[in-house]
């Protein structure tokens, strides 16, 4: 799991939590890759990233001073400002994305922040933290709760979760008003290609990039959402 | 001295070459940052009668200088269309053409006629090119019989520029080309995508939920070049040239091969501003060679 950082001053101005940019380089592949934004301040903004295909291993083989572009903030992020006293933080591998952000937004509404973040093994973790409390779990028990962060995490009037969809769909399950991070395939990021549909429970298809890609977790549809997004790609 | 980059294309006159194509600028209100100066027009997402859903994510993939896509004309039909987006269209400096779809020659024609002297809708683009359908679309496309049917229902009904947009999935897409201009099209859009597939070797199955999709991006420009050529030679009336044109000279050879004007598309998802960059490459390659108007442009246009 790696942190990029980019000099994005007007991005890093008004991005809030949830919300992504997407990323294009030449050469690179040809669609540009969508990240959430990790952290952001001092004119930068961070991405977290670790090689799942072609665009993402260009993309960690940038160096110091190489120009990509930035496309964003886009997309909806998640919504703080409803009433609440607590919030749970529940993340799953790269979904601890957005936690960041999350964190910094939820403790300006002046919550209490508890940070719940899973993994398959104590390598995959995510080493930073940030919150009141800290739960961590492994699917093999390597390090903190032995089982899935939807299990570990503790309820809260507020829960926002991000991390592979299956995971997302069990904490739809356990918190049906959760807000929740979806993760598709994205061509353009600003609404145009509808490529990347979310099947919602009343019916039809919205967009991940503009609707979303934060939702109510009892509004989407999970059965019908793929689980499993294939990242074998292209050059 | 700037160029004159104005063209006139199947009964439209057009600022310049440069329009964006079907699917890839929506309704002509999502698409950030492109400095419209630039474009010449633009051309809807296809559009039924009724609203319709689309198919199932998994909706796109990217492939090797391309992308797949299976969206199946996602869209909130012909009522939303007139109620929502023809009147921000009637304030525009570029004509709007509205690609049009049916399952059957009747409902082209039914929509020609609802779309008819809509204030707003300059034109339509007849979609007998869609590989993403189950009715209709690419099935029109490939057989000139049909094709020139769906033509003809939509010629009937209106008086406004019909262009009609081309399936590659063809062996000869002059005898289509001949076909459409005989039932009366104004102009041709050359090429829509190619049917691919793309397999997951995690779960063994296509990546698209649809199974296939339609290929467009870079990879498909060669193969579109030559499609827009072939038909160019094919008819009189012109061929609008579409298909992975990602930079000016892209379209430049479209324009070489014989199109008077060309549809950019997937390009606008990578870059917002592709129209313009397009739009600006091919003026500056005007000056620096001298043309004072693309009627100076040469054109590799052999007649048989």
Redesign the interface.
């Known amino acids: 799991m790696w942190v990029l950082g980019f000099a994005a001053p007007d991005i890093a101005a008004s991005v809030k939590a949830g919300q992504f940019v997407n990323i ?1 380089m030449r050469p690179g ?4 890759r969508p990240f959430s934004v990790y952290r952001a301040g001092d004119d930068r903004i961070e991405v977290l990233l670790k090689a799942v295909g072609v ?1 993402t291993a260009q993309m960690l083989a940038m160096r110091e001073g190489d120009v990509a ?1 930035c ?1 964003g903030p886009l997309g909806r992020g998640f919504d703080l400002t409803l009433s609440a006293k607590t919030v749970s933080l529940v993340s799953g591998g790269l979904g601890v994305a957005p936690m960041p952000l999350a964190a910094r937004d939820a403790r300006a509404a002046g919550l209490q922040v508890t940070w719940v973040h899973g993994a398959r093994t104590a390598d995959e973790l995510c080493s930073e933290t940030e919150g009141d409390e800290v739960i961590l779990a492994t699917d093999d028990g390597s390090a903190g709760f032995a089982g899935t962060v939807v299990a570990a995490a503790p309820d809260a009037d507020l829960v926002l979760a991000c991390g592979p969809n299956r995971m997302l769909a069990a904490a739809a399950q356990r918190w049906p008003q959760a807000q929740v991070a979806v993760e ?5 990021g ?10 919602l429970t009343r ?3 919205d967009r991940a990039c503009t609707e979303g890609p934060v939702y109510v977790a009892s509004d989407v549809d999970w059965p ?3 689980s ?3 990242y ?4 | 001295m700037t160029p004159d980059l104005s063209v006139e294309v199947g009964g439209l006159k057009l600022r310049g070459p440069v329009l964006a194509a079907s699917g890839t600028f929506g309704y002509g209100t999502e698409v950030p940052l492109l400095e419209r100066r630039a474009l010449a027009g633009m051309v809807s997402k296809g559009i039924f009668l009724k609203p319709r859903a689309g198919t199932a994510p998994s909706r796109i993939v990217e492939t090797p200088s391309g992308m797949l896509n299976a969206i199946g004309l996602q869209g909130p039909g012909v009522d939303a269309l007139i109620r929502d987006y023809a009147p921000k269209w009637e304030a525009w400096d570029f004509p709007v053409l509205v690609n049009i779809n049916g399952e059957s020659a009747s409902e082209y024609g039914e929509l020609a006629a609802r779309l008819d002297g809509v204030p707003g809708v300059a034109g339509f683009e007849i979609n007998i090119s869609c590989p993403n359908v189950e009715q209709g679309g690419m099935y029109f496309g490939n057989d000139p019989r049909a094709a020139a049917a769906v033509t003809e229902a939509v010629r009937r009904r209106t008086k406004l520029p019909v262009w009609v947009k081309l399936t590659p999935m063809v062996s000869d897409i002059g005898v289509i080309a001949r076909a459409v201009e005989g039932a009366g099209a104004d102009a041709l859009s050359a090429v829509n995508t190619f049917v691919g597939m793309s397999m997951d070797l995690h779960a063994y199955q296509p990546r698209l939920s649809f199974r296939t999709g339609g290929l467009s991006g870079p990879a498909i420009r060669p193969l579109a070049v030559h499609l827009a050529h072939q038909a160019a030679r094919a008819v009189d009336i012109p061929v609008v040239g579409v298909g992975g044109i990602m930079r000016a000279e892209d379209a430049l050879e479209f324009l070489v091969a014989g199109c008077p004007a060309v549809q950019v598309g997937t390009a606008t998802f990578v870059n917002p501003n592709a129209i313009a960059d397009v739009h600006d490459g091919i003026a500056e390659f005007m000056a620096r060679k001298g043309f004072a108007s693309l009627d100076e442009l040469p054109r590799y246009l052999p007649r048989d």
């Open positions: 294009g592949p040809l669609l540009r665009g572009s496309l598709t395939y994205m061509g353009c600003t609404g145009v290609c509808l490529g990347c549909a979310v099947p019916g039809g298809y019908a959402l793929p499993h997004l294939s074998a790609v292209s050059a």
